[in-house]
């Protein structure tokens, strides 16, 4: 399959991309070596409306890793997706090659994730960026240590379930009832790549699954702790006398079943939470 990228890419991450290339990222078959090396999400729980932040774990005998590009998909498109920011690019895939026409061609956006690496493996490393391609519930992880081929940000041998970077996932606010109450995350092998120094391919890897169960909501529980506590109370206060109402509406914390959160839904609350009263249930 060719791809090209389209005029929206400037040059400078064209450049970028041939970097990447000399670190080995395309298959090397003369300088591969085989080094034992998992990637794995682990597995969590979230409640509808919630944004979830999953850590990529890295552990790896052997060698070192100077470069990666991680891809991974979610299979309940109707219940959980990836956040974007700002669209990055269009890419033009052709679905025919070597002959490409309009009629075999597809294009799918590329848009960037929020992601983390303060305090992981990843803090320094020159590139590290997240994006969903095609849809919304296909996500790549593209790092790169040093960008001058210096390697001294390498993830060392012998590194083991360290975290890399966190990215984030978005819970619907109304998940598809007929979705079910668990997403798997599968690792795509034909998108993902490990670099070793001096631009061998680490051939030799696994992308373990993962899975998340979408909790149903809890009376009162505004910061999705799984339970009402004074932290809600709080929020709820927050929320009647300064409009700060959480985005998803679907949260439980209209308690008197009036059609709105009012005075009387933090009485309800309080009474519950200090006088040892009945959990307030709309049904």
Not at 147 to 168: G, H, M, N, S, Y
Request: hydrophobic share 40%; with cysteine; proline share 7%.
């Amino acid at each position: 399959m060719r791809t090209r990228i389209s005029g929206l890419t400037t040059g400078r991450v064209l450049a970028l991309t041939l970097v990447l290339i000399g670190f080995g990222w395309v298959s090397l078959a003369a300088h591969t070596v085989a080094a034992p090396l998992t990637i794995s999400i682990p597995d969590t729980a979230g409640y509808p409306g919630q944004r979830i932040e999953l850590p990529i774990i890295i552990s790896t005998d052997v060698d070192s890793v100077v470069g990666f590009q991680i891809s991974y998909g979610m299979d309940r498109p109707n219940v959980m997706r990836f956040p974007t920011d700002t669209i990055v690019d269009t890419l033009i895939v052709c679905l025919n090659p070597p002959e490409c026409t309009e009629t075999d061609t597809t294009i799918d956006t590329v848009a960037s994730v929020p992601i983390k690496t303060e305090g992981h493996l990843c803090e320094n490393w020159d590139y590290v960026r997240a994006v969903t391609f095609g849809t919304e519930t296909n996500l790549r992880v593209t790092g790169l240590a040093d960008l001058a081929c210096q390697c001294d940000k390498a993830i060392l041998p012998f590194t083991q379930e360290e975290t890399l970077c966190r990215v984030t996932v978005d819970v619907f606010c109304h998940p598809d009832p007929f979705g079910g109450d668990e997403v798997n995350f599968g690792g795509q092998i034909p998108a993902t790549s490990f670099s070793a120094p001096l631009g061998r391919a680490i051939e030799s890897f696994t992308l373990n699954p993962a899975h998340i169960d979408v909790l149903p909501l809890v009376t009162g529980d505004y910061d999705y702790s799984g339970f009402a506590d004074a932290v809600d109370l709080q929020m709820m206060i927050q929320c009647l006398f300064f409009n700060t109402c959480p985005d998803c509406d679907a949260l439980n914390i209209d308690l008197d079943c009036n059609g709105e959160p009012n005075a009387v839904d933090m009485n309800l609350l309080i009474q519950y939470l200090f006088f040892s009263a009945e959990e307030p249930v709309c049904p």
